[in-house]
Each structure stands twice: as structure tokens, then as C-alpha cells.
T-cell receptor, first 113, second 112 residues
């Protein structure tokens, strides 16, 4: 079935370092792709999304591009801050059922000052 | 606009005891989801409601789990009896109809 695989964590970076969290997907057709973020003690919240190939989602300095050739949706940020420390989840919603959301295992990011 | 509300935030019980979680979705959101999130994992769907109808409960362990959404608004998820392996965070989410889901803060359940 449709699924996502994301790089395992944890990831520890110094403030202002570059971030990349890899995510690849397996799906029938072209799903919608999402990145959710979960701050400590909170629920998941949508960070960005892309609904078709070559779309770029962006928010709060984070970006991800929907690449159908490599079936990937890697999350990037040029300069991380301590406040970016959280768990990041890649997810997809299948083309045939946009009520269905499949999540990756999550990647914990810690940014040190 | 108020977000998805869940209660309690934390619950500690002994195995074989019953437990219930409550969720109030965002006003106007027809679709409601219950997920279970095990430690170090992503959320996994337990059940999805469209208004008051459970349209996807294929992953709900029906021998001990039950859920209801009687008036198509708030919902309750129950476990009876709880087992050690049920320790997890139970998340509720809602959306108007497909696409982005809005999550509550979750209920962290510990079964001793």
C-alpha cells in the first residue's frame, strides 16, 4: 500500500546550520504530500504541503519539493533555530482517498545554541 | 477559532481497567479521526467518522476498543479492558472534508 519512509533520527544541529530530512514515498499515482511538526507536549500541526509534481511547499523558512522522478519530498531549511527543535513527520494522502493520511515514523530534531 | 480539544491530557491506569478519551473537533468539521501514536512512531489511524457514521474502522481492535460520535460532533474512544501494550498517545484530528488534518494535543495513556 501507499507509504512514506523518512530518515531516522535523532538529528542534532547547531543553531544556523543547514537542515535536510529525507522522505521518500511509495504510492499509486500521485498522492498529496505533507510535512507535519510536533512540538513538545503538543499535537501535530501542518508545516507545508504539495499536491502535484514539481510543487514546492514552504513555510517558516522550511521548504520541500515534490519530486516524482525520485519519489521524494525532502524537508530543508537553510538556517535552523533553537525554536525549530521538534519532531517532524512526513505524510501522504493517496490520490484515491484524500481522507487517508499515512505518516512516517518521525525525525526528532534538536537544535543547540 | 478554537482548535481540537481533547481530555484528559494524561491518564494512568492499571491493566484490565477501562478508560475513555474525549474529543471535541473544530466547529463545522464533518470528519473526525482517532489515531494511536506509539513511542517513536507516527500516528496510525484507528477510526474515521463522517458526521456520526464510522466509515473506516478497519484498524480498530474491536474486541476491546469502541468509539462513538452520537450527534456528529464530539466523540469518545473507550478501551475495556486496557492492556500494557495500549500505552500510547491517542490523538484526535478533524477536517471539513479531506486534505489537511487538524490535531488535538493528545491523551497520553500509561497502563501499569
Amino acid at each position: 500500500g501507499d507509504s512514506v519512509t523518512q530518515m531516522e533520527g535523532p538529528v542534532t544541529l547547531s543553531e544556523e546550520a543547514c537542515l535536510t530530512i529525507n522522505c521518500t514515498y511509495t504510492a499509486t499515482g500521485y498522492p498529496s504530500l505533507f510535512w507535519y511538526v510536533q512540538y513538545p507536549g503538543e499535537g501535530l500541526q501542518l508545516l507545508l504541503k504539495a499536491t502535484k509534481a514539481d510543487d514546492k511547499g514552504s513555510n517558516k523558512g522550511f521548504e520541500a519539493t515534490y519530486r516524482k522522478e525520485t519519489t521524494s519530498f525532502h524537508l530543508e531549511k537553510g538556517s535552523v533555530q533553537v525554536s525549530d527543535s521538534a519532531v517532524y513527520f512526513c505524510a501522504l494522502s493517496p490520490l484515491y482517498n484524500n481522507n487517508d493520511m499515512r505518516f512516517g515514523a518521525g525525525t526528532r530534531l534538536t537544535v543547540k545554541p | 477559532e478554537a482548535g481540537v480539544v481533547q481530555s484528559p491530557r494524561y491518564k494512568i491506569i492499571e491493566k484490565k481497567q477501562p478508560v475513555a478519551f474525549w474529543c471535541n473537533p473544530i466547529s463545522g468539521h464533518n470528519t473526525l479521526y482517532w489515531y494511536r501514536q506509539n513511542l517513536g512512531q507516527g500516528p496510525e489511524l484507528l477510526i474515521r467518522y463522517e458526521n456520526e457514521e464510522a466509515v473506516d474502522d478497519s484498524q480498530l481492535p474491536k474486541d476491546r476498543f469502541s468509539a462513538e460520535r452520537l450527534k456528529g460532533v464530539d466523540s469518545t474512544l473507550k478501551i475495556q479492558p486496557a492492556e500494557l501494550g495500549d500505552s500510547a498517545v491517542y490523538l484526535c484530528a478533524s477536517n471539513p472534508r479531506g486534505g489537511e488534518q487538524f490535531f488535538g494535543p493528545g491523551t497520553r495513556l500509561t497502563v501499569l
